[in-house]
């Protein structure tokens, strides 16, 4: 089966691209998980702290949000829930698959590598979060 990933839908417009919230205090996977999303054709917005996440999150039009493993469960946790008072999915990487933040929309596994979290996050975005995806399917 050969797989579609959100860039696939876009001809040469980008500016339709849904926004990605992406944060990671980690040095070196941050900025690789942020350009494996950016080459899928996420609009990538890259934050380092739960504070400057939320600040965004506050002031600007987001899309989805990609929290990973680096910050404590209760930091996550304050994060899916502002995500999710704005309507806004959420994908928490979780290698222990630490399920219990209700708020969350979707954990993956990281270690089950790029294809299954593109997959997961574009399989979100189309389920929960229709407005940021749509404009694709008008250029088809």
């Known amino acids: 089966m050969e797989r579609l990933w959100l860039k696939d839908f876009y001809l040469k417009d980008e500016?339709?691209?849904?926004?990605?919230?992406?944060?990671?205090?980690e040095k070196v996977l941050g900025p690789i998980r942020n350009a494996v999303l950016a080459h899928a054709g996420y609009?990538?917005?890259p934050?380092?702290?739960?504070?400057s996440?939320?600040?965004?999150?506050?002031?600007?039009?987001?899309c989805a949000l990609v929290i990973a493993h680096s910050f404590p469960l209760t930091e996550r946790r304050k994060l899916c829930s502002e995500a999710h008072?704005?309507?806004v999915p959420s994908v928490v990487l979780d290698p222990y698959e630490h399920v219990a933040d209700e708020q969350s929309a979707l954990h993956v596994n990281p270690l089950d590598g790029p294809e299954a979290f593109l997959d997961a996050?574009?399989?979100?975005l189309t389920r929960s979060h229709k407005p940021c995806v749509a404009g694709h399917a008008a250029k088809l």
């Open 15 to 25: 500016t339709m691209r849904p926004s990605v919230l992406s944060i990671s205090a």
């Open 43 to 45: 609009g990538v917005i």
């Open 47 to 51: 934050a380092t702290t739960i504070e």
């Open 53 to 62: 996440a939320l600040k965004i999150l506050r002031g600007r039009h987001v």
């Open 85 to 87: 008072s704005r309507k």
């Open 121 to 124: 996050l574009a399989s979100l």
